[in-house]
């Protein structure tokens, strides 16, 4: 199976996981960082090498600073433009819309034609479904 770990390295397609962040409350913040952990460790599973730079990056720059904000989503956009990178991953819960930083993306990635799938995922991060980009993008 290609996402098990085998004792042997090998190459993971690499890809940049795009979910909702900011919230309304610490909580739902909480809730938004605790779906993106789980959306990746369910990409690992079927064979990709994601990134989530909103995780990383707000680990040192303040995502309530707007200078500091657009700063990291500039740096992340960089590492997606490397050569190698080939999906970007935008993950949603049922009923959830792309956020504002998710729709800044989508622009960002068409532009670069990268390979996009929009997918639904539970909270879990289970695989539900993948969504129209025609549907969510409009």
């Given at each position: ?84 990178v ?10 959830e ?42």
């Open positions: 199976m290609m996402g098990e770990y085998q004792g042997t390295m090998h190459e993971y397609p690499k890809c940049i996981l795009e979910s909702p962040f900011r919230a309304k409350s610490p909580a739902l913040q909480l809730r938004n960082i605790d779906f993106a952990r789980n959306v990746c460790r369910s990409l690992v599973k079927e064979g990709f090498n994601p990134i989530a730079s909103h995780l990383f990056y707000t680990q040192f720059l303040d995502d309530a600073n707007e200078r500091e904000r657009f700063l990291g989503i500039s740096l992340g956009f960089q590492w997606g433009a490397l050569p190698g080939s999906h970007v991953i935008f993950a949603l819960r049922p009923k819309r792309m956020s504002k930083g998710m729709r800044l993306g989508m622009a960002q990635w068409k532009h670069c034609g990268k390979i996009i799938l929009v997918r639904q995922y539970l909270q879990t991060g289970k695989h539900q479904m993948d969504l129209p980009i025609e549907e969510i993008d409009a």
